[in-house]
């Protein structure tokens, strides 16, 4: 599948955001090097790692327990982001959900994260629309007032920007994917499935720490 192309599978939902993975194949070491680097955030002597995701994409819900689990496991040296993809206008509901939640702190990114995923992916709420997502995010127990405000702030509409500027950066593919050091991209079918991208990714961070 070409870039920016979206296949809808047969268990998909037919709301903004929806990705499936590229339909080509990638020879050799199942990751890409960049030819201009990618800016990074972390500071001198860590190795940032992001995950490029949306959640209308249901390779990303599938994956993201894996990933959850790696972040936490992480080394001391490696710092870990979470970029929602911004392919087209329509992803832009999703995207502010996100970065409102991470506007207002980890307590609320971590409580309400997964739950996305399920809530428009398996319960089949539209929480891409405000009418149904700010009731339902009351519900988890996050202060809708304040999430209101983040959604709709100039801050979130900021990292909107600059998500769309890293993705392209990062020539992102498809999703789930992962820009290591800015320097290294990688995805589920360029690597050959999501151990392979976490095998490649700790590959890559040791390689990082030899230079």
Known sequence: MKRREFALGATALAVPGLLALPAHAQSGPGYLTLKDRAPVEAPAGQIEVIEFFSYGCSHCKNFE??????????????????VHVGFQSSFEPLQR???????????ALDKV????????QTERKRVDKPEVLF?????????????????????????LRRA??????YKVEGTPALGI???YYTDGSM???????????NTLIAQERKH
């Open 65 to 82: 327990p894996m990933f959850s689990a790696w972040k936490k496991a992480a080394p001391k040296d490696v710092v870990v982001r979470l």
């Open 191 to 201: 690597a050959g499935g999501f151990d392979r991208m976490i095998q490649i990714a």
């Open 135 to 159: 009731p339902w995010i009351a519900e988890q127990g996050v202060d809708r007032a304040k999430f209101e405000e983040a959604y709709k702030s100039f801050g979130v509409a900021s990292k």
């Open 97 to 107: 959900i996100y970065y409102a939640l991470e506007t207002m702190g980890p307590a």
């Open 181 to 183: 050091a800015g320097k």
């Open 113 to 120: 994260h997964g739950k996305v995923f399920d809530a428009l």
């Open 164 to 169: 769309v500027q890293l993705q392209e950066a």
